[in-house]
């Protein structure tokens, strides 16, 4: 298993940012593994294990397909459990809204779901994230927010609104649900891993790298780097060359064939290592 946390040249370092980039306008530390033990993060247990997807309101032909995102968190949890909650229609979701002035779209107040969420988590459930295709601000000096989480309380929510690339106008073409679909699988996973008290990673090209707009978001691999797989590993407690071969049935399925061959090739090395 220890090949799984070491570099043997297969992970690429990560890249100076551009100017516009989260880590050219954020402080951050990095986190190795010994501060994140150290830290004492959040752990699943004590009859909470399993991880919750929460979809809010209407999803339509641009939404990403929920049952695909709870399989593919389920492999990349693996072996915690994703349950997918039956969808709450727009009139049981406590949260103020606006209609955007740019967008003229109809928009939730962030905050308030956030405040609203807690109580909607299962017993059994360590985390939870809500999802929308409805677009979010955190207050009225906010054009907009693709989301806000609370670790302390182990829920989040998320707008998949704007990675669809019809809401700026952008082409539609039989790729689209293939790039929804990426976004949104590593978006929930980026955030889930956040609830485990993993911080953003500095260290690596990582699935939890920051970022400050969709382009840098879509730069970053869906893999982790061997820093922020050894914390998921503690958390998770799996066998990381049985969750890489989780992931390789779903990337095949879903024809993201250079993410199933990276991960294909991560079990092999590791299997040929034991
Ligand atoms: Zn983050
Ligand atoms: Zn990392």
């Known amino acids: 298993m220890k090949r799984a946390f070491t570099d043997g040249g297969e992970y690429q370092a990560k890249i100076a940012p551009r100017s516009i980039d989260w880590l050219a306008s954020h ?18 247990g004590q009859g909470r294990r ?8 209407d999803f339509d032909g641009t939404a990403p397909d929920l049952g695909k995102l709870q399989r593919y968190a389920e492999a990349y949890f693996y072996p915690m459990k994703v ?50 295709m409805t677009d979010l601000f955190p207050d009225e000096n906010w054009n907009f ?10 829920v989040g929510i998320f707008s998949f609104a ?8 952008g082409m539609v073409d039989e790729n689209t649900e293939k790039l929804v679909l990426r976004r949104a699988a590593k978006i929930l996973t980026h955030e889930m891993g956040h609830m485990f008290g993993i911080r953003h990673c500095i260290y690596h090209e990582c699935n939890m790298n920051g970022a400050n707009h969709l382009e840098e978001a879509d ?25 890489y071969a989780r992931l390789a049935v779903f990337y095949g399925v879903n024809g993201l064939d250079e993410e199933k061959e990276w991960v294909e090739d991560r079990e092999g090395e590791i299997r040929s290592a034991k």
Not at 27 to 44: C, F, H, K, T, V
Not at 146 to 153: P, T, V
Not at 223 to 236: D, E, I, N, T, Y
């Open 162 to 169: 704007r990675y669809h690339p019809s809401w700026s106008g």
């Open 83 to 132: 349950g997918l909650l039956p969808k709450e229609p727009d009139s049981a979701v406590k949260a103020r809204s606006r209609v955007n002035r740019m967008s003229g779209k109809k928009q939730w107040n962030s905050r308030d779901i956030l405040g609203w969420l807690p109580r909607q988590l299962p017993a059994d459930g360590y985390a939870m994230l809500a999802v929308t």
């Open 27 to 44: 402080e951050e530390e990095g986190q190795s593994y010994r501060e994140w033990l150290d830290s004492d993060p959040n752990l699943p």
């Open 219 to 243: 730069s970053t691999p869906m893999h982790l780097c061997p820093v922020c797989l050894r914390k998921l590993q503690r958390a998770s407690r799996g066998d990381p060359a049985a969750r």
């Open 50 to 57: 399993k991880l919750y997807i929460l979809p809010l309101g």
């Open 145 to 154: 927010v693709f989301g806000q989480a609370s670790i302390k309380n182990r």
